[in-house]
């Protein structure tokens, strides 16, 4: 089989041929016409096949399936969904309300408490001047292309180029030289420059998807909501696109509240706002969304972190950026390797990309299909050491979901410079120093404010920064070539002679400022909520005896019980129980201990068979079901069961008799990892279990929860 591009022109010749046979008025019969119309078909018909991507991704075959229990158990629906819906906008059921709560239940415990971090909780709207400040305004930006005939169809231009280049690598067809060069424009495909990127689309032949027609070339498209603040509409503000920038503006006071010591941590969860061009793919790329985000501040080349012993045996799928230039695929290696070697840049680094590892782990994620991509020096920002990208592989592909940046000191420096507020830490030296100090000479500094204006404060303060050494190469420099341009916050402005004048000054310290940098984990919230969901979805087998056409999908989430939205169901075995008042008593019981220990429970007494019920609170994820039968309220043969419950878990469809007292106390216990199933197990008489079994064997009905017999006249009780 060749190429794509190969089969096409084979297809293009044979055609070409067929139409010569026709010129010539061969007959239809003709053994000529009919061995070249043959040959033709054959051909069309490898290119058809070669043009068919191979799926290898796990989860594309239940992703309809999980999307219809998301709907129908309205765990997330389109927003505004009455009135046609929003694109980019989604409202939270119930269980997916709670769990989203539960995973950031966990975000805090795992972060905020293991790290002992502070916690902020800043505005979400923002005014023109702080954004204008980071750089939001002026940076914040996507490119974004047109149909040419259809201007109301807008796409985000690398977004088209990621999925042409995933197509292409599926592809049968396609050769080792070409997998590697899709790979490498894959990879690359957020870090072109939009003239790079324009002629990409142009080099593949990238045409809109909905039409099939020609694309504008890219331009830039800022994603931030602008809103009005105050009735004059006066004062711009934003929706803010982060939760960062919230934490830098705050980070005197938080350093106040840990007695200025260093290092420590900030943290926020909050909403943050980007207008997308093309949102899609369900949560996974929304105008409105979560975020977790911490700021850990260290000092500048002092990056050495005490608790990396804890995580640098852990080994982690990479990506780094020299295997991604190469077009090669990820490889595993222990973090303390790979910051010895320099592959991650620090320690404090390294430890959060071990510590975000570990939490992912935590509420479900696969470690198989999770790994660390570094970003490639054009894709980083100007001011970042090094960035790695959690990415997990989800229905879509590579879904980047948290983000692990060293953004050194970029952020408190230009708000520093910007409000004229000292954002720095201050040192102790043990021993009192004389240093050499940059100051600028009078008549250089009066000659910065006439030349830069209101500018000239922020040049100055660039120049006193400067090391001794730093300030007598530029010295030199002008004095050699009449001037040169200095980077101030990301700014260019071009000094002369003289403006680069310096004094150099001996002082005796006793203690010394500096800028802090900042280790940043930022999290998507909703991103990880989707891959929860797709990594912890499963059907149970059909039921052989089913028609095909006939065969029910009995989805399973099995979420772990520390995250699941609920922990536990309280079912009666029917509707003769529920009406029972020893029953009544028991799930009064049951209820008091679960709200006594913060447990989220459901009851479940409506009229369908206990198989049935099972089967749906497990779509709904719940771990522990909770049945109350006949033997348990005295109607059953034998007496010595009264005020005992059947405890089934959900995942290995097995259960225990226990004493109701037990129960709530067993569920926490299990949920706080404080206990497993198997320790239950051995703790409690197993109990055959007729409607899971059921279940297990892809019958759905089922009428018993336990081995128990139901009184005579009744109903099955297993």
């Not at 000292?422 to 021993?431: C, G, R």
Request: aromatic letters at 8%; one cysteine or more.
């Amino acid at each position: 089989m060749g190429t794509i591009e190969e089969l096409t022109a084979s297809v293009k010749a044979q055609g070409d041929v067929v139409r010569a046979l026709k010129a010539d008025k061969k007959p239809k019969d003709d053994p000529e016409m009919v061995a070249a119309l043959k040959k033709l078909t054959d051909l069309k018909k490898e290119l058809e096949e070669a043009s068919k991507p191979v799926e290898t991704n796990p989860f594309v075959k239940t992703r309809g399936e999980l999307d219809d229990v998301a709907t129908r158990r309205f765990f997330y629906r389109q927003a505004f969904a009455i009135y046609g819906g929003t694109a980019g906008f989604y409202t939270y059921g119930p269980p997916g309300s709670a769990l989203k709560a539960n995973i950031l239940a966990a975000w805090r415990k795992h972060f905020v408490i293991e790290e002992n971090l502070l916690e902020i909780e800043d505005p979400t709207i923002m005014p023109h001047d702080v954004l204008k400040t980071s750089g939001h305004v002026e940076r914040f930006n996507d490119f974004m292309v047109k149909d040419v005939k259809q201007e109301d169809k807008f796409y985000r231009a690398d977004k088209l180029l990621e999925e042409e280049m995933e197509r292409r690598i599926k592809l049968p067809a396609t050769t080792e030289e070409d997998r590697v060069k899709y790979t490498k424009d894959l990879t690359a495909a957020d870090s072109f420059t939009k003239e790079e990127l324009g002629a990409k689309l142009k080099e593949y032949g990238i045409k809109a998807p909905e039409t099939g027609n020609d694309l504008t070339d890219p331009y830039e498209f800022n994603l931030m909501f602008p809103t009005p603040i105050g009735p004059s509409g006066m004062l711009q503000g934003y929706l803010r696109p982060e939760t960062a920038q919230g934490i830098f503006l705050n980070y005197k006071f938080c350093a106040e509240q840990n007695n200025d010591k260093m290092p420590f941590g900030v943290a926020q969860i909050g909403k943050s706002y980007r207008n997308e061009i093309a949102p899609r793919g369900g949560l996974v790329r929304q105008r409105e969304f979560t975020q977790a985000e911490i700021e850990f501040f260290v000092k500048p080349g002092d990056k050495k972190f005490d608790k990396f012993r804890t995580v640098r045996h852990l080994k982690i799928p990479m990506l780094s950026s020299e295997v991604q230039l190469k077009g090669q695929p990820s490889f595993v290696k222990a973090l303390g390797e790979a910051v010895d070697d320099g592959t991650i840049a620090n320690e404090t680094l390294g430890y959060f990309i071990g510590r975000v590892y570990m939490f992912l782990e935590e509420v479900g994620v696969k470690s198989e299909h999770l790994r660390f991509r570094q970003h490639l020096p054009t894709e980083m920002a100007h001011y970042a050491c090094d960035c790695w990208d959690a990415e997990i592989e989800v229905s879509t592909g590579w879904m980047e979901t948290v983000g692990i940046a060293d953004r050194s000191a970029f952020d408190l420096t230009v708000h520093a410079e910007k409000t004229k507020v000292d954002l720095f830490a201050q040192e102790k030296l043990e021993v009192p120093e004389t240093v050499e100090v940059v100051s600028m000479a009078k008549k250089a500094g009066a000659l910065l404010g006439k030349d830069f204006k209101k500018e000239g404060v922020r040049v100055r303060g660039f120049l006193e920064g400067l090391k001794v050494e730093e300030a007598r190469a530029l010295e030199d420099r002008v004095k050699a070539e009449g001037k040169s341009e200095i980077n101030v916050g990301g700014d260019k402005f071009t000094v002369t002679k003289d403006h680069v004048v310096f004094d150099i000054k001996k002082e005796t310290k006793t203690s010394r400022n500096y800028v802090p940098n900042v280790i940043e984990p930022s999290f998507g919230i909703d991103r990880i909520f989707t891959a929860v969901l797709e990594h912890s979805y499963y059907a149970r087998p059909s039921d052989p005896e089913e028609k095909e056409k006939e065969k029910i999908v009995r989805g399973v989430l099995g979420l772990s019980a520390a995250v699941a939205p609920y922990k536990a169901i309280i079912m009666p075995l029917d509707q003769r129980v529920s009406a029972n008042e020893t029953y009544q008593a028991m799930e009064g019981e049951l209820r008091r201990g679960f709200a006594h220990r913060g447990i989220n429970y459901k009851v479940d007494d409506s009229g369908a068979t206990i198989g049935k019920r099972y089967a749906r609170n497990d779509e709904l994820g719940v771990p522990l079901a909770i049945t109350v039968d006949f033997d348990s309220i005295g109607m059953g043969e034998d007496k010595a069961l009264v005020r005992t419950v059947t405890l089934r878990e959900r995942d290995t469809l097995t259960q225990v008799r226990m004493p109701v007292g037990d129960v709530a106390e067993t569920v926490a216990r299990i949920i706080m990892q404080q206990a497993t199933w198997a320790e239950v197990q051995r703790s409690y008489s197993e109990v055959k279990n007729a409607a899971s079994a059921a279940i297990g064997a892809g019958d759905g009905g089922g009428a018993g929860g336990s081995s128990q017999s139901a009184p005579a006249g009744g109903g099955s009780g297993g």
